[in-house]
């Protein structure tokens, strides 16, 4: 049993943490406000996935890889956008570097965006049409099942 | 505190606790509640270190079940914690099968509770649409929950010899989840070939277990009703 632990937390040690992607990094993010997410929705040839989080946020870190993994699969039909609030700006680019989040993310100190578009507490996830209007929010983390879902609605 | 996912388990340990009481076997219900609680911890390991986090660097990540759980891990977990717990009496695997099976039914079916009961799109009477949209989708978590309450029924009554209804369980379980994966909507490639491999090493099994059963003489399962 013990044999078993050791090996296992060997195992477990030999995981990476480090950048899962190759992605650049952006060294600094722009800013925006409650009326500039809905110029940037607007602008959207297509519908939207809008992430609120946090890099201190323990849940926007497990929910993380599952966004990563869905901007590859739909980044042609679905434009996911990252909303960094009420964080350092040097800890959100690790953060973005860490799970290798190749989408474009924007700065919220103070939480402009959540404020604007509703919903409490991070992380939040809008999911916007084609016509830059947020047809659901999912507040909390968000499980792969719901996001596919919720993708399949927005592409279907 | 994510209470629907915690009403969801629960009705999957209500179901697991009535057909525990039916079949007399309500002592085991420590043994399967342990049994689930392995599953998940497994599961959710699997899938933090396949997305790239460590769960030693972050533990309390591993609390974070939404985050995701590897059904794969979940399923391997739970079945070697099950074998380590029943380990020397063979029979036991056979009188816990039906409320195994009814737990995860429990499971399914609870997705009432969380509204994540949909699936693929299609225009069938008794679907429905989410919320804010026009799009009917199948019921595709109570399909799966239906066909393992039967599946778990059936079990109940099933006089076979020992170890089959235990290989039996793990067939309907993989089988209805085989049947039911094409109508859930999936980032990944989906889970088919893993469900489709237990199920046919499950009923190998189970078909086995039944010959030789024959060949040897009756050893029924002390849950035959």
């Known amino acids: 049993m013990r044999r078993a632990l050791a090996v296992g937390a060997i195992v477990l040690a030999g995981c990476s943490t480090a950048s899962l992607s190759g992605a650049e990094t952006p060294d600094a993010l722009p800013t925006i406000d409650g009326s500039g997410i809905h110029s940037l929705l607007a602008a959207a040839d297509r519908p ?22 869905a901007n590859r699969k739909f980044e042609d039909e679905v434009a996911f956008i990252g909303i960094a609030v009420q964080d350092d700006e040097d800890r959100a680019l ?3 570097a860490e799970f290798g989040l190749d989408f474009d993310h924007y700065f919220d100190r103070n939480r402009a965006v959540p404020a604007e578009l509703g919903g409490i507490g991070v992380p939040i996830t809008y999911f916007v049409g084609a016509d830059g209007m947020v047809v659901n929010t999912h507040s909390g983390i968000i499980d792969e099942r719901t996001l596919a879902l919720m993708l399949d609605e927005l592409t279907g | 505190m994510e209470f ?14 009535g057909v525990l009481r039916i079949t007399n076997h309500a002592a085991d219900f420590d043994r399967l509640v342990g049994v689930a609680a392995v599953g998940l911890v497994s599961g959710r390991l699997v899938a933090m270190v396949a997305a790239g986090v460590n769960p030693l660097v972050h533990p309390i990540d591993v609390l974070v079940v939404r985050g995701g759980v590897d059904t794969v891990g979940a399923a391997a977990g739970a079945l070697a914690f ?35 009961c ?15 949209s026009s799009t009917v989708r199948h019921p595709v978590e109570l399909y799966a929950a239906g066909l393992m309450a039967l599946g ?42 893993w469900y489709a491999g237990a199920m046919a090493a499950a009923l190998v099994a189970a078909g086995y277990l039944t010959v030789r059963h024959m060949r040897m003489g009756p050893t029924t399962s002390s849950s035959t009703a």
């Open chain 1, 48 to 69: 939207a996935v809008v992430n609120v989080w946090a890099s201190w946020c323990l849940p926007c870190r497990s929910e993380a890889p599952l966004l990563a993994a």
């Open chain 1, 94 to 96: 690790e953060f973005i």
């Open chain 2, 4 to 17: 629907t996912l915690l009403a969801s388990a629960l009705t999957g340990v209500a179901m697991m606790w």
């Open chain 2, 82 to 116: 099950l074998a380590w717990s029943v380990r020397g009496n063979r029979v036991r695997l056979d009188d816990l099968a039906p409320a195994a099976v009814a737990g995860m039914a429990g499971w399914h079916g609870g997705c009432v509770w969380r509204n994540a």
């Open chain 2, 118 to 132: 949909l699936g693929a799109a299609g225009e069938v009477p008794w679907g429905w649409a989410l919320s804010g």
């Open chain 2, 152 to 193: 778990a029924i059936a079990l109940v009554r099933l006089p076979v010899g020992w170890g089959v209804r235990a290989t039996l369980a793990v067939a309907l379980v993989a089988g209805a989840r085989l049947i039911t994966e094409p109508l859930r909507p999936s980032l990944g490639g989906g889970t088919g070939w």
